[in-house]
C-alpha cells in the first residue's frame, strides 16, 4: 500500500520595507540650561557737545533774615524758641488786652517791670501784647496810667554819652521816627565777664525800663530788635550801657539818643 507523503510549503518571510522606528526607552529625559546668563546692555553715556562754561553753574539760593512780629499766644503756653524751663506764673491773674494797652503800661499799672511781666508770661523779648488775647498780670491794673508822653519840644533831646565805639548806635540820628519793629544796630566793647543792656525811657518820665540785655560783644552789628508797640508812641530815650564783670559802667560805656516812636504802619490794602 503506497503511504502519501505530504511535503511542507516553503514559509514565506516578510521582509519591512522600512526600518522599525526605534522605541523610547522610559528613562526621564533632563534639560540643560547654559551655565552663563547674558546680562543686560548698559547704554552708552550720553556725551554733551560744547564747553564746560557754556553749563549754568548752581546758585546759591537767597538768604532771608525773619523778623519776629507779635503774634498771639494762648494763655498757659510757652512761647516758641524759649527754654524749656520757663513755665508760666499759675499765681497770677488772666487779663484780656484792651485797644491801646502796652506791655510796658501794663507792667507799670500791674506794680511789676517790663522784664518780669515777659518772664512770666514766657513771651520773647520783641514780643507785644494783641488787644483780644489774654495775659498773665501778677494783679489787676488797678495804677494809674503813665502820664502821656511828653512832645519833642517838653523834654530835652540832646545826646548823652555815646564818645567812643564801646557803645555807640549806628543807624539812627536823634529824634528819628520809628515804628513797628526795627533792628538797632550799634557797637558795645563788653569786656571779659561782661554785658551790654538797652533801657527806654518815655518821654516825662525819669525811670528806665529794661529791655534787653546780652553777653556778646557788637560791632556795628545788631544789638537788639526793638518792638515800638510794647511802648506806645511819643519821645521816648535809648539807652546802651556796657558793664564790667561786677556790674559796672566801664569808662565812656554809655550812649543815649532821643527817638520819635510812631503809631503801627496799618497794613496795605
Known amino acids: 500500500m503506497a503511504t502519501a ?14 526600518p522599525a522606528p526605534p522605541i523610547a526607552s522610559p528613562t526621564q529625559s533632563r534639560l540643560e540650561l547654559p551655565v552663563e546668563i547674558a546680562s543686560p546692555t548698559q547704554p552708552a553715556p550720553m556725551v554733551i557737545e560744547g564747553a564746560v562754561a557754556d553749563l549754568p553753574g548752581p546758585r546759591a539760593l ?11 499766644t494762648l494763655h498757659g503756653t510757652p512761647q516758641p ?3 524749656d524751663a520757663c513755665r508760666v506764673r499759675a499765681d497770677w491773674l488772666p487779663y484780656q488786652v484792651k485797644p491801646g494797652d502796652t506791655l510796658f503800661a501794663l507792667a507799670e499799672q500791674s506794680g511789676t517791670s517790663l522784664v518780669a511781666l515777659r518772664d512770666g ?4 523779648y520783641v514780643r507785644g501784647a494783641l488787644p483780644g488775647e489774654r495775659i498773665l498780670l501778677p494783679s489787676p491794673p488797678d495804677l494809674p496810667a503813665p502820664s502821656a ?11 548823652r554819652g555815646c564818645a567812643s565805639r564801646s557803645a555807640a548806635f549806628m543807624q539812627f540820628a536823634p529824634m528819628s521816627e520809628l515804628a513797628d519793629i526795627v533792628a ?14 538797652l533801657l527806654i525811657r518815655p518821654g516825662g518820665s525819669l525811670d528806665y525800663a529794661l529791655y534787653y540785655e546780652s553777653a556778646a560783644a557788637k560791632q556795628d552789628e545788631v544789638l537788639a530788635l526793638l518792638n ?15 558793664l564790667d564783670a561786677e556790674g559796672v559802667q566801664i569808662n565812656a560805656g554809655f550812649c543815649e ?11 496795605a490794602r
Do not use: K, M, W
Not at 508770661?121 to 520773647?124: L, V
Not at 508822653?149 to 545826646?159: C, F, L, N
Not at 550799634?186 to 569786656?191: D, I, K, T
Open 5 to 18: 507523503q505530504i511535503t511542507a510549503a516553503p514559509t514565506l518571510a516578510i521582509e519591512p520595507t522600512e
Open 62 to 72: 537767597p538768604r532771608l533774615d525773619a523778623v519776629l512780629l507779635p503774634t498771639p
Open 81 to 83: 524758641g524759649l527754654p
Open 121 to 124: 508770661n514766657c513771651f520773647s
Open 149 to 159: 508822653t511828653s512832645s519833642a519840644t517838653e523834654q530835652e533831646d540832646d545826646v
Open 184 to 197: 538797632i544796630r550799634g557797637s558795645a566793647a563788653v569786656p571779659a565777664g561782661g554785658r551790654y543792656r
Open 228 to 242: 515800638i508797640e510794647i511802648f506806645g508812641s511819643g519821645l521816648h530815650s535809648l539807652r546802651l550801657e556796657v
Open 257 to 267: 539818643i532821643p527817638l520819635l516812636f510812631q503809631p503801627p504802619i496799618p497794613p
